[in-house]
């Protein structure tokens, strides 16, 4: 079973994963494609539209995307997801993908659940991205932010689980030498609990002398 969440933890959570999409919105159609199979045309710009996400893509069947990260069911988002679905077609003159991210099963329940069928209400099945389902999806490919959000999926499982996951991450991080390495490094300690800094402070002890200059500043331990 995860880690319970508090509304403190979902709130950084959250946070970070919107502010990697913003930074990065192409990782979203990459995620997709990854779990999916399906490869939707990259994303080229983002931006913050009441409370989620808009991203707008370039050709192919898809070209905007609205974006959420729910940590926790919503009833609101029932009725206000298809309305912002609405209010961003008639504007954008096409139609477009609702996209949920989430690591919850309480959440995953709920988007695919009944509460969701037409029948009981607005016309609206988002796409469904459980990413806690999917983390060995997410660190195939051997890239930094995909195992960035392999490591945000799993930092609620056991200790072991997230070990593993999180040497992957480190090891994708030192071969790519990322430019975002320290900032990665940083977001994910700011989600909580002493796992993840203990993890890598083992990590820190296996590496040596291998440890890269910026190891220090991302740990904020004086190195």
Not at 80 to 98: K, Y
Request: proline residues 8%.
């Amino acid at each position: 079973m995860p880690r319970p969440l508090t509304g403190q933890d979902a709130a950084t959570a959250r946070g970070f994963l919107c502010d990697l999409f913003l930074r990065h919105s192409s990782l979203v159609t990459r995620i997709i494609q990854v779990i999916t199979g399906v490869r939707p045309p990259g994303s080229v710009a983002a931006y913050p539209i009441e409370g989620e996400l808009f991203l707008r893509a370039e050709g192919g069947s898809a070209p905007w995307y609205l974006v959420s990260v729910q940590l926790f069911p919503d009833p609101d988002k029932f009725f206000s997801w298809p309305r912002l679905w609405l209010e961003t077609a008639a504007a954008e003159r096409d139609s477009g993908w609702m996209v949920v991210f989430t690591d919850s099963d309480d959440v995953a329940a709920w988007v695919t659940g009944p509460r969701f069928n037409p029948r009981h209400g607005p016309s609206l099945r988002p796409l469904l991205m459980d990413l806690s389902e999917h983390v060995e999806d997410l660190l195939r490919p051997r890239e930094p932010l995909l195992s960035a959000v392999a490591v945000w999926a799993a930092r609620r499982r056991p200790l072991a689980r997230l070990q593993a996951v999180a040497a992957q991450f480190v090891d994708d991080l030192l071969r790519s030498e990322h430019s975002e390495a320290v900032l990665l490094l940083r977001g994910l300690l700011s989600l909580g609990g002493p796992g993840l800094r203990m993890i890598l402070e083992e990590i820190e002890d296996q590496l040596g002398e291998r440890v890269p200059a910026w190891w220090g500043k991302a740990l904020g331990d004086g190195h």
